[in-house]
């Protein structure tokens, strides 16, 4: 049997639980938005997933070092088996007219649940990355990230069409009750899988079991650019974090859940097409300006694909956004498995995750409201429309759409910063030469 097969194998079972995760989310924010109408409870849903994703990453990271992988991977489906259970409990014997209020803590509590949930899958996200370094050789390991990329587009693909069908025809007890079946078969599959992985370094003896944030800081600091490195991914996902709030809400002012379910599944396969492409010719000799180009790309396409209330606009600004997504992930992956010490990359991978999502929350939590009180009454019948409104379009959808544009040329100008930085060349310097990886 190959080396590569057992990879192959968590990636197939990384896409069921992907699936199931996935079909979750969208499920939970089509439903809140159609139960609501309200782009607050989007952005504020949004927010309490991405708060909660960064308060998490640190301890999922530790806990990714200090157990093997297969392990820790069953346990995060275990966990998210229990949340959803609770969840389509909580679900169960509330009844609708309480659970949809707005205001009330049975809405809120079971969007809660509903999150947990989801984020107990990405003790996955942060093991899978440190199982691409065990089981895949330095020269793949870039065409490895992008199957990984791909694999995470396979379950966009999937799970966008899915969760509009699902939302339209059962709401959101169907989907809890479907993610509790396959997370049980998801569990059950990899019982069967077999990891030749070494054993963690806290095995040894004299060694703990402790999240050691020092010295995971320590490590970082230790590579010349890589704590740029980081800071401009958290800067790019405090933008990110509009599109985290506002898409769905923009996407369903346009079109029937359906169809908005079906959009995202056709524009996700360019996740898969782009995986394909990484894992056929890799990422080139430097992955950090790979990443940089990718990202001034989708900036420049964010900052005009709502400049008209089109359709057409929307899919291809999803397509090229889809398509460009996994270069960066694959290209910061791929430089932290070089320049970061296996027994250290749990941590690391939670650190980054953690700092770069730390961002987010704040842009949803905030934006949603200011969308909803200031950019869409400003281009329904405020100043913007005023101004501009007789050739960008006036009404809720084109208050979305101005802060989408606003967005994508912040983006753009952060990029070009970037690419002309010491710390750019730094750490590109550093994943050039062996000799510059950390200590451990």
């Known amino acids: 049997m190959s080396r590569t097969d057992p990879f192959h194998l968590i990636l197939g079972n990384n896409l069921l639980q992907n699936i199931i995760n996935f079909t979750v989310w969208f499920a939970v924010t089509f439903w809140a938005f159609l139960e609501t ?11 309490i997933y991405l708060l909660l994703t960064a308060t998490f990453a640190i301890w999922f990271g530790s806990l990714v070092d200090h157990h093997r992988k297969k392990q820790i991977m069953l346990a995060s489906s275990a966990g998210s088996f229990l949340l959803y259970a609770l969840a389509f409990a909580a679900y169960s014997l509330t009844p609708n007219t309480e659970l949809v209020r707005l205001d009330g803590l049975s809405f809120w509590g079971f969007i809660l649940l509903v999150m947990l949930a989801v984020i107990c899958g990405n003790i996955r996200m942060i093991a899978l990355p440190t199982l691409v370094t065990v089981l895949i050789d330095e020269d793949r390991r870039d065409k490895a990230n992008g199957l990984v990329g791909m694999v995470n587009g396979m379950g966009f693909l999937l799970t966008s069409g899915i969760s509009g069908f699902l939302v339209a025809w059962d709401g959101i007890r169907g989907t809890l009750v479907l993610a509790i079946i396959f997370t049980a078969l998801a569990f059950l599959h990899l019982l ?18 402790e999240v050691d944030l020092k010295g995971t800081v320590r490590v970082i600091k230790a590579v010349p650019g890589l704590v740029a490195l980081i800071l401009f991914s958290a800067f790019n996902n405090l933008l990110g974090g509009v599109f985290m709030a506002l898409m769905d809400a923009y996407g369903l002012s346009l079109m029937e859940v359906q169809e908005w379910g079906l959009l995202w599944a056709f524009a996700s396969s360019a996740f898969i097409v782009s995986g394909l492409v990484i894992a056929k010719v890799g990422l080139g000799k430097n992955p950090l300006r790979t990443l940089l180009l990718a990202n001034l790309i989708t900036w420049s396409v964010a ?13 291809a600004g999803s397509v090229i956004w889809m398509f460009f997504s996994p270069y960066a992930e694959a290209a ?5 498995q070089k320049v970061v010490p296996y027994e250290r990359q749990g941590r690391v991978f939670g650190f980054a995750q953690s700092i770069e999502q730390s961002a987010a929350p704040m842009t949803a939590f905030l934006i949603g409201p200011l969308t909803q009180f200031l950019a869409i009454p400003f281009m329904t019948n405020g100043a913007g429309a005023e101004a501009i409104g007789h050739w960008f379009g006036t009404g809720p959808d084109r208050g979305m759409a101005l802060v989408f544009t606003v967005t994508g040329m912040l983006g753009v100008i952060l990029t070009l910063l970037a690419l002309g930085s010491r710390s750019y060349r730094q750490l590109s310097a550093a994943y050039a030469g062996e000799e510059n990886k950390a200590p451990s």
């Open 37 to 47: 109408r309200s782009v607050f409870v989007t952005g504020m849903a949004g927010g």
């Open 192 to 209: 069967t899988v077999h990891i030749d992985e070494p054993e963690p370094s806290s095995s040894v003896p004299g060694e703990r079991k």
């Open 303 to 315: 900052a005009i694909f709502t400049i008209q209330s089109s359709i057409l606009f929307l899919v």
């Open 332 to 336: 910061e992956q791929t430089t932290l």
